[in-house]
């Protein structure tokens, strides 16, 4: 038996196919799907790829059943080939089982994975070369998996949009640095620009006192029009007695298109609800609120419901522009 060549063309076959299925789920699971995108933009083989990673989940039944036949055959030639080496059912029985299960966890879990998560890229292109035709041979087996699989699906609950919080940015930012796709410096700038989001609204606000306000009086005063000219600011604040009563922001924009349109209008039809937010609100839902109300001003709040200060989304970019250009002029992050 020992000497017989076909049994053992055969056991190498199947050790193969078992490591090629080991090999392809995990290149599969570990592979970059941008780096893949970006080669499926010259090539036809990363295509293949790219679709067998964006359907992961049905590519994953064709690997199980693949591993499954590969173990299912290792073991019934180890069985058969250990019974009748020692002409006893009982011991080749248990030696076939141990030796299968050394052979496949070697050749078909353990290498193979370990191959598939040291070079994914390397090892996803190589098994998508055939791994259409094992889709096709396997249909069969296949589609009963996945109806079935579908069928298991219906009773889960639905689970909550899955977001990406911002340690799943950072760790996919920090493997593409690993990865050389990303550099130190771009790293960096990303990281600050994660950072700032969860910026306090206090830390970019324009103080009370250095805030151009216009009282409610004064919209109805002759030169009005003036005023907004000589205003450095194209949002004011409508004030009634003090800026800690701050009613309403006026565009001076859509004033001027007013009144170019209509001579004779009451300016205070113009002035749009102000949007008053603490001072512990972060920058991310400063720019969920600006998106909820429509507007690009903010009047921010002490604890004490007192005025401090107002921003704008021109504050919050102009920051961002300079701790980007900041970060540009001591890492030279920008390459030609």
Not at 119 to 144: C, D, E, N, R
Not at 153 to 179: C, G, L, P
Request: charged fraction near 20%.
């Amino acid at each position: 038996m020992f000497s017989d060549p076909i049994l053992w063309l055969i056991l190498i076959i199947i050790l193969i196919f078992g490591a090629y299925f080991s090999l392809a789920e995990t290149a599969f699971a570990a592979v970059d799907p941008i780096r893949i995108k970006v080669l499926s933009d010259s090539s036809k083989l990363p295509k293949k790829t790219l679709r067998y990673i964006e359907e992961f989940d049905r590519s994953v039944i064709v690997t199980v059943i693949g591993s499954n036949i590969s173990s299912v055959l290792l073991s019934t030639l180890s069985t058969i080939f250990f019974i009748q080496l020692f002409q006893d059912d009982g011991v080749g029985t248990l030696i076939a089982t141990i030796v299968a299960a050394l052979l496949f966890y070697v050749f078909c879990d353990t290498i193979p994975k370990v191959i598939g998560r040291g070079l994914p890229l390397q090892s996803a292109l190589f098994v998508t070369v055939v791994f259409g035709f094992f889709k096709i041979i396997f249909f069969p087996m296949y589609l009963l998996f996945f109806n079935f699989n579908r069928f298991l699906k219906r009773f889960q609950k639905k689970e909550s949009n899955a977001t990406m919080t911002e340690e799943d940015f950072s760790s996919i930012v920090e493997k593409q640095h690993q990865e050389g796709t990303l550099n130190e410096s771009e790293v960096k700038l990303i990281q600050s620009a994660i950072e700032f989001s969860d910026t306090a609204v206090k830390d970019v606000l324009t103080p009370i006192d250095k805030v151009f306000g216009i009282s409610e009086s004064a919209l109805y005063q002759a030169d009005l029009a003036e005023i907004l000219i000589a205003s450095p600011f194209s949002r004011v604040p409508i004030y009634r007695e003090s800026l800690q009563h701050i009613i309403g922001v006026l565009s001076i924009r859509t004033y001027f298109q007013s009144i170019q349109k209509q001579r004779q209008i009451d300016p205070s039809t113009l002035i749009k609800k102000p949007y008053f937010v603490s001072s512990k609100v972060t920058i991310d839902e400063l720019f969920e609120g600006y998106k909820k109300y429509r507007t690009h001003v903010a009047i921010v709040k002490d604890q004490q419901g007192l005025v401090i200060g107002m921003v704008t989304m021109e504050d919050v970019l102009e920051e961002i522009v300079g701790q980007m250009e900041e970060i540009v002029k001591h890492t030279g992050v920008i390459r030609g």
